[in-house]
Structures are given as structure tokens and as C-alpha cells.
């Protein structure tokens, strides 16, 4: 099965380093929080050797997370791709586990663009192609809004289209 032709927009990156860093951030803290309670402590519970070395816990999420988090935005750009040829939307997404999904034009039945608030800073903006079928229907992130508006449009008139066909 060949890639879609396009890819998201290369300030998708940035959005999920963005993303990956608020994470981070919070993985971190909560392991900071979670040492410093248990620094020192001699609760039956907490093994004597953590209880005085508690920086391990914030060393391994450092260690185990950092480069997880840091790798995994290039490696969804490079995966994230979408294509509109003829009558199908052709996407496919994921990190761990790909997805490839294919939505005939003639069975959408809605078209949302959506912009969170770091989408919006970005100029990103996210599609949603719903279907009657869960199955069916896809989600696009990371394309520029300009390219998420046409696209939008472009599907509405399409499905429009091949609805007043098929009466």
C-alpha cells in the first residue's frame, strides 16, 4: 500500500514538542513531588535504600522519558500523512501502532476544522471527517489552517455533490 501524497504541515513539530514538553514537565514534577515526600522517610512501605537515594525516581523518568518524548514528534511527522484523490480521503496517523484509514466522499457526513489554542498560536488547525460509521471516519492533525479550511470546503462540496447523485 503506497504512502498519501501529502504531509502535515512541518509546524506540526513543533506543536508536539510543544505538547511533549508540557508532558515532561508534569511527569517530572510528579516525580519531584513524590521523592521529596518520601525522602528520608522510614515508613514500613518505602525500601530503605529509595528512602535515601529518592533522586532516582526523577533520574529514570529523566532518563526513560527524555528521549521518548524528544524523538516522538519527528517520528509522527514523518508518519502523518493524508491524500484526497477521487472519492476517498486516504489518511494514515499513529506513533506506536499505525492506522491507515480510507473515507469514501460519497459517505461523509460532516466536515469539522478545529484549532486548540496551541493550534491557533501555530496557525495549525485539526480536520475531523465524520461518517454514520466510527470506523470510517478520520481525524487530520497538524495541517496549516489555510490548507484545513480548503480541504473542508473541497470535502462538503464533494459529498455534496454525490448526495444529489445518488437521488
Same mark, same amino acid.
Given at each position: 500500500?503506497? *504512502?498519501?501524497?501529502?504531509?502535515?504541515?512541518?509546524?506540526?513539530?513543533?506543536?508536539? +514538542?510543544?505538547? &511533549? &514538553?508540557?508532558?515532561?514537565?508534569?511527569?517530572?514534577?510528579? &516525580?519531584?513531588?513524590?521523592?521529596? %515526600?518520601? /525522602?528520608? $522517610?522510614? =515508613?514500613?512501605?518505602?525500601?530503605? =535504600?529509595?528512602? *535515601?537515594? &529518592? %533522586?532516582?525516581?526523577?533520574?529514570?523518568?529523566?532518563?526513560?522519558? #527524555?528521549?521518548? +518524548?524528544?524523538? !516522538?514528534?519527528?517520528?509522527?511527522?514523518?508518519?502523518?500523512? %493524508? !491524500?484526497?484523490?477521487? *472519492?476517498?480521503?486516504?489518511?494514515?496517523?499513529?506513533?506506536?501502532?499505525?492506522?491507515?484509514?480510507?473515507?469514501?466522499? $460519497?459517505?461523509?457526513?460532516?466536515? /469539522?476544522?478545529? @484549532?486548540? %489554542? #496551541?493550534?491557533?498560536? +501555530?496557525?495549525?488547525?485539526?480536520?475531523?471527517?465524520?461518517?454514520?460509521?466510527?470506523?470510517?471516519?478520520?481525524?487530520?492533525?497538524?495541517? /496549516?489552517?489555510?490548507?484545513?479550511?480548503?480541504?473542508?470546503? @473541497? +470535502?462538503?462540496?464533494?459529498?455534496?455533490?454525490?448526495? /444529489? *447523485?445518488?437521488?
Amino acid at each position: 500500500m503506497r *504512502d498519501p501524497a501529502n504531509r502535515v504541515s512541518p509546524k506540526a513539530v513543533r506543536l508536539w +514538542l510543544i505538547e &511533549s &514538553s508540557i508532558a515532561f514537565v508534569f511527569f517530572l514534577g510528579g &516525580s519531584l513531588l513524590v521523592s521529596r %515526600w518520601l /525522602d528520608g $522517610s522510614r =515508613w514500613w512501605w518505602v525500601p530503605g =535504600w529509595y528512602a *535515601d537515594n &529518592s %533522586w532516582l525516581l526523577p533520574a529514570a523518568v529523566v532518563v526513560l522519558l #527524555l528521549p521518548f +518524548l524528544v524523538a !516522538e514528534p519527528f517520528v509522527r511527522y514523518a508518519v502523518h500523512r %493524508w !491524500e484526497l484523490s477521487g *472519492d476517498v480521503v486516504y489518511a494514515r496517523s499513529g506513533f506506536l501502532t499505525r492506522e491507515w484509514v480510507f473515507v469514501p466522499v $460519497s459517505r461523509i457526513q460532516t466536515v /469539522d476544522k478545529g @484549532q486548540g %489554542w #496551541l493550534e491557533r498560536m +501555530l496557525g495549525l488547525a485539526t480536520l475531523e471527517i465524520r461518517t454514520a460509521s466510527h470506523a470510517g471516519s478520520s481525524t487530520i492533525k497538524g495541517l /496549516d489552517y489555510g490548507v484545513a479550511a480548503g480541504l473542508a470546503e @473541497q +470535502l462538503a462540496h464533494r459529498a455534496e455533490e454525490l448526495r /444529489d *447523485d445518488a437521488t
